[in-house]
């Protein structure tokens, strides 16, 4: 994807400087002042899925460089629920909306009583382009949620919730995650951002737009050895959930990309299964502010524009 994208030779340099076998100290603050922690896991067929655990602040410690304590157990309905075991691969995003700050580490799963222990395989940080200002609050007495559809296909209310996002989450996996010996071998989690309505939808098929970031290419290249993600959507504002299966491919160029101010490429995305829950996460997010990066991109033609 590097190459492709030429940018391979810089990124050669970079890499080896940002990506670390242990978090650095301002990381493993960082994820103790979170209230929430987007993970991406991998079922038995090899299914990448994107979810989220929370709990008020301080739920998740970093005991040692190497090692990040979580003290929250999946909610009800999430994909972690059956995923999550002991030598599980995973990958974690920390991410704080209202700062737009934002770290990322992958590493290993140990069960401990009231949550689980991951080890260190890789932690970076990302740059805080596309991040729509949000600032959750804790809200413990959300009432528990419960599954509204389970089926291979969209209903009208995933439509919708999709149709206004302006954020969604994508769990990626190498085809050899949970191998021993190479920490890029293993789960990612991504955070994605655009104007509302940035995410197309055409029957079952999504296509995103992918802006310029920071060339690691973690999601793109993931999907080229193994096409195939997980995506969560959040109701921010009733705390519903959409978890998304689906096949995906990288789009280079064709007229459609050329339709989407800012775009570097497309990523296709063709759903297999969806899972929404009404309700269940306990927190509750205010107004956004937009990111200042989105002013550079544009819309997806209407309909009527293109006939």
Same mark, same amino acid.
């Given at each position: ?12 340099? #970079? ?24 993970? !991406? ?6 299914? &990448? ?9 301080? %739920? ?7 090692h990040l304590a979580i003290r929250a157990r999946p909610l009800p309905h999430? &994909? ?20 737009r700050r934002r770290n990322r580490m992958n590493g290993t799963a140990w ?11 890789? *932690? ?14 804790? +809200? ?5 949620? %419960?599954? /509204? ?7 009208? =209310?995933?439509?919708?919730? #999709?149709?206004?996002?302006?954020? %969604? ?14 920490? *890029? ?12 309505? %940035? ?7 999504? +296509? ?7 060339? @690691? ?5 993931? #999907? =080229? ?7 969560? @959507?959040?109701?921010?504002? *009733? ?5 998304? =299966?689906?096949? =995906?491919?990288?789009?280079?160029? !064709?007229?459609?990309?050329? *339709? ?9 995305? /063709? ?14 997010? !205010? ?9 550079? +991109? ?10």
């Amino acid at each position: 994807m590097q190459a492709r994208a030429g940018v391979q030779a810089q990124m050669a340099q #970079i890499g080896p400087r940002v990506m670390r076998d242990h978090m650095p100290d301002q990381h493993r603050e960082f994820f103790g002042l979170l209230p929430f922690v987007v993970v !991406g896991s991998m079922d038995a067929q090899g299914q &990448p899925w994107a979810s989220v655990l929370a709990g008020p602040p301080g %739920f998740m410690q970093s005991p040692d460089p190497t090692h990040l304590a979580i003290r929250a157990r999946p909610l009800p309905h999430d &994909p972690l629920s059956t995923t999550l075991h002991e030598g599980a691969p995973l990958g974690l995003l920390g991410i704080q909306p209202h700062t737009r700050r934002r770290n990322r580490m992958n590493g290993t799963a140990w069960l401990e009583e009231g949550g689980f222990m991951v080890e260190v395989g890789q *932690s970076f940080g990302n740059c805080p382009k596309y991040i729509q200002a949000r600032e959750p609050v804790w +809200t413990p007495a959300a009432e528990a949620g %419960f599954v /509204d559809h389970d089926g291979p296909g969209l209903d009208e =209310a995933s439509r919708r919730l #999709i149709r206004s996002a302006d954020t %969604f989450f994508i769990a990626t996996a190498h085809p050899q995650s949970g191998s021993a010996g190479e920490p *890029s071998h293993g789960v990612d989690v991504s955070h994605r951002g655009g104007r509302p309505g %940035f995410v197309k939808i055409d029957g079952e098929r999504l +296509t995103v737009p992918d802006f310029l970031g920071n060339h @690691f290419f973690n999601t793109l290249g993931n #999907i =080229a050895v193994h096409p195939r993600a997980g995506l969560l @959507f959040v109701d921010f504002g *009733s705390g519903d959930l959409l978890y998304l =299966a689906a096949h =995906a491919r990288v789009v280079w160029d !064709g007229a459609e990309l050329a *339709s989407f101010d800012g775009a570097e490429r497309l990523l296709r995305l /063709d759903v297999t299964h969806v899972r929404r829950v009404r309700g269940g996460l306990p927190l509750r997010w !205010g107004a956004a502010g937009v990111s200042p990066y989105l002013e550079g +991109t544009g819309h997806w033609p209407r309909r009527e524009d293109a006939q």
